[in-house]
């Protein structure tokens, strides 16, 4: 019965194809106004549907009234319309098929026409790897497992599924409906090891199964590397015949691919979601930032994680005007993603929410767009210690990036401006910083620890973190390794005691500052050991803390876990600008023709916890005070309000004050 249903979708879907004219040249070139390309585009709209093969009203209530209306509301610069989901059907009548049966009207078609006599680029969401209809219809190109059996979901980089049918599909979309681009997903983050039959006879040599067999590290690299052929072929094919259509793999060269961008994609995103999103935003969006290539992240629009077991539950306008800002004051794109009804229509009330947010990127544009940063704080990102010891080919990584969240939370907590600072790029911009903080990474290899040692001989200041770390930075510290690394319950002192259990190597700091201790129990009496030290290195100072204090605070963010990061950094790093505010004020320094800009973001009751899924109010903090030292800022102005601020001098020291920071607010002023 099966065979009988697909071969009868088939001809229904061939015969639609077949009745379905090609767009009149006017809709396939549409004259004016000039649509932006993705590097000049700012603030963008995602819808994705996913079609399959029991959908029966596709595209029925798109109109061109209500794409219209969508349009001017939110007035985004592009738009990602589904075209190929998961499921692996397409959702236009399509000659190479197999499209999805019950397309009623082709969405595309209207939404191509709305969008072009608007000047909005028009991308479609297409589905890479992951193509289950793919795999159904032809096995043999499937994905093998280490149990030989056929993957049901992930197409085999390996075979000839990217030249039989994903670029045919593409082109013929891109030609079809004048597209600019392509979002594709289902791609890094849905690859795995394939044990087919090509890519065991070019390994070579025995195909490991787990990490404790021979091979495995050159096994999942023999794997990433026909990943990025099996992106260069699809990208240049499209180039070779569409020079316009510009191409995104999802996450491909954020930190779920951390690696220097070298394959000719056009543009870099990524859809973050779950809770505490804030919390992957900044770390996505300043490892985003260090990229050299356009970027935007993908906020979902909806709520779909934790104990929540009911679906969607759709986000307020304000809680993703806080999401956006982390994304914008690190000069990134920022788009939204919903999901419409079946058949095309979306809820005024979504309407509603995206002009909103819409119009509050808007107003923080000017100073937001185009920026570069202000180095103060970097956080080292470990690829290696990823490609090393997660035993995947790439992320999402889960806990196992969590000591760099952890550490770029806590410093953001102290009011600092902090950078991630990729490993394969560190050398080229370590200088460029005054302090630096290795988080408690597992392996971030000899090449990391030589470019930080030099760094910290040349005059930098480095705070480096994690058991396993304390071993290549002990005999430049004159520490003494003691015992091995091992689980211990430890706490440290603070307002109140900090926990901080988990993995320690224990020292013996000889003649250097111990500069903070830890406790096995809670009783500070006696039985301290060093949780910190410190030691003059050439020309600056390094800080150990043989501990896991990054993947600790990534699980707790407890307040004195805080204090102790920030009573380690504060005596070795001075601010170009000391801001006054809660904990909870994010503070981001960008430069932008001649003028420092200083973006204060309220993350005050952001969302954490998927029982409490989302926020409808934000409460405003303040006063806030930036202080300048003995540097007096000219011309000194507030975004989004646009009204001038005066400096005032107090005690010596040049101040700016902002009695109430609601969401968002950006300093901008001559310094």
Not at 402 to 415: F, K
Not at 444 to 470: F, M, Q
Not at 563 to 577: I, K, S, T, W
Request: hydrophobic fraction near 40%; charged fraction near 20%; glycine fraction near 8%.
């Amino acid at each position: 019965m099966a065979m009988q249903h697909r071969a009868l979708t088939r001809r229904r879907f061939a015969a639609a194809a077949a009745a379905v004219p090609a767009l009149p040249l006017a809709a396939q070139a549409p004259a004016a106004p000039r649509r932006l390309k993705r590097s000049e585009s700012y603030f963008g709209l995602h819808f994705d549907l996913h079609p399959n093969e029991r959908d029966t009203v596709l595209g029925r209530d798109v109109t061109p009234r209500m794409v219209g209306a969508l349009l001017d509301a939110a007035k985004p610069d592009f738009v990602q319309y589904d075209s190929k989901g998961h499921p692996g059907w397409l959702g236009w009548p399509s000659q190479v098929g197999p499209s999805a049966p019950g397309i009623v009207k082709d969405s595309l078609e209207v939404w191509r026409q709305e969008t072009a006599r608007r000047g909005v680029a028009l991308y479609i969401h297409f589905s890479g790897v992951w193509d289950s209809e793919a795999v159904q219809r032809h096995p043999e190109w499937a994905r093998v497992p280490p149990d030989g059996k056929k993957e049901e979901r992930q197409t085999s980089t390996f075979g000839p599924y990217v030249d039989r049918l994903m670029i045919p599909q593409l082109r013929e979309a891109a030609a079809k409906y004048n597209l600019d681009g392509a979002w594709v997903d289902g791609e890094c983050w849905a690859t795995s090891p394939d044990y087919c039959e090509e890519a065991l006879r070019r390994f070579g040599k025995p195909a490991p199964k787990s990490a404790k067999d021979p091979y495995w590290l050159e096994w999942l690299e023999f794997n990433r590397e026909q990943f990025r052929r099996h992106v260069r072929r699809y990208v240049e094919e499209l180039h070779r015949t569409n020079p316009q259509f510009q191409i995104a793999s999802n996450w491909l060269y954020s930190t779920m691919v951390p690696e220097e961008p070298t394959l000719p994609v056009d543009f870099l995103s990524g859809d973050y979601l779950g809770n505490a999103s804030i919390s992957t935003a900044r770390l996505e969006a300043r490892y985003l930032g260090q990229t050299g290539k356009p970027w935007d992240l993908m906020a979902w629009g909806f709520q779909q994680a934790g104990s929540n077991t009911v679906g969607h539950v759709h986000k307020p306008a304000v809680q993703l005007k806080q999401e956006a800002g982390v994304v914008l004051a690190q000069s990134g794109g920022f788009q939204i993603y919903y999901v419409p009804t079946r058949a095309g229509y979306f809820e005024e009330s979504h309407v509603r929410t995206m002009a909103e947010v819409g119009r509050y990127c808007r107003g923080v544009q000017e100073v937001s767009q185009a920026t570069e940063t202000v180095p103060q704080v970097g956080v080292v990102f470990s690829k290696e210690t990823l490609y090393r010891t997660a035993n995947k080919l790439f992320g999402g990584w889960g806990k196992a990036s969590d000591a760099a969240r952890g550490w770029l939370d806590l410093l953001l907590a102290c009011q600092w401006s902090v950078d991630v600072l990729p490993d394969w790029k560190l050398e080229r911009i370590a200088s460029q910083y005054p302090l630096i903080v290795l988080p408690d990474w597992a392996e971030p290899g000899a090449a990391v620890a030589r470019i930080l040692s030099d760094y910290v001989r040349g005059g930098g200041k480095l705070v480096a973190a994690g058991a396993k770390n304390a071993a290549l930075f002990a005999a430049a510290m004159g520490v003494t390794l003691k015992g091995e690394i091992s689980e211990q319950q430890c706490y440290v002192r603070g307002e109140v005691m900090g926990n901080v259990k988990g993995l320690w190597q224990d020292i013996e700091p000889g003649a250097e500052k111990v500069l903070a201790e830890r406790y096995p129990v809670l009783d500070t009496r006696s039985g301290g050991q060093p949780a910190a030290v410190g030691a003059v290195v050439g020309k600056g100072e390094m800080v150990l803390v043989p501990g896991p204090i990054g993947v600790v605070y990534a699980a707790t963010h407890a307040a004195a876990v805080r204090d102790f990061g920030c009573a380690l950094v504060a005596p070795r790093f001075q601010p170009l600008v000391r801001v006054s505010a809660p904990r909870t004020v994010e503070v981001v320094l960008r430069r932008k023709k001649g003028r420092l800009l200083v973006h204060l973001l309220n993350a005050t009751g952001m969302q954490v916890a998927g029982d409490f899924a989302t926020v409808d109010f934000v409460p405003a903090v303040g006063p806030v005070r930036l202080n300048f030292g003995k540097s007096k800022p000219g011309a000194v102005h507030l975004a989004p309000e646009g009204r001038a601020l005066e400096a005032q001098l107090t005690q010596g020291e040049w101040t700016v004050e902002i009695p109430l920071l609601e969401v968002h607010a950006v300093v901008s002023m001559v310094i």
